[in-house]
């Protein structure tokens, strides 16, 4: 690189270093909806405040519609069993959801739920789609497990 360039860079006023240039931003500006409360009457003000700012800012929710889980599909696979459940969450729209059971489990326990419902994934599995040593002990709830029909609204 040409020498003259390179003294000219060393002299420059400006920061060429947009991360260091964000974080003093951030810095420097205090959000609406800082938090500060000292006392619980502080914070439920606090929140009421936010929700409803979260809400304005999220625009119009879907229509509330009562849950309706349907199991597609159970198979084994090694040390569990694999649910394959959807749920109706709005109007014409379904979510996919998987229930793994350990071996041995017969009453209710604690339990994690993550539905994505986009993506890899959010179709149910069938036996071409389960590992090897599910489709062996395979017990099938739907006839289309990869297709279900949605309830009619």
């Known amino acids: 690189m040409n020498r003259r360039i390179l003294d000219a860079n060393a002299s420059l006023s400006l920061d060429y270093q947009p991360m260091k240039w964000l974080l003093a931003e951030a810095r420097r500006i205090t959000p609406s909806l800082a938090f500060s409360a000292t006392d619980a009457a502080q914070a439920r003000a606090w929140r009421k405040k936010?929700?409803?700012a979260l809400a304005k800012s999220l625009g119009r929710m879907p229509q509330l519609v009562?849950?309706?889980?349907?199991?597609l599909a159970r198979e084994k696979a090694g040390g569990y069993?694999?649910?394959a459940w959807e749920t109706v969450t709005a109007p014409g729209l379904a979510c996919p959801f998987f229930v793994l059971i350990p071996k041995g489990v017969t009453r209710n326990s604690p339990a994690i739920l993550c539905a994505h419902g986009h993506g890899v994934g959010s179709?149910?599995?069938?036996?071409?789609?389960?590992?090897?040593?599910?489709?062996r002990?395979?017990?099938?709830?739907?006839?289309?497990?990869?297709?279900?029909?949605?309830?009619?609204?």
């Open 50 to 52: 936010a929700v409803a």
């Open 66 to 71: 009562p849950l309706t889980p349907r199991l």
């Open 137 to 153: 002990n395979s017990t099938t709830k739907s006839s289309s497990p990869s297709r279900p029909s949605r309830p009619a609204s």
């Open 123 to 135: 179709t149910p599995f069938s036996a071409a789609t389960a590992p090897a040593s599910a489709s």
């Open 81 to 83: 069993t694999i649910e």
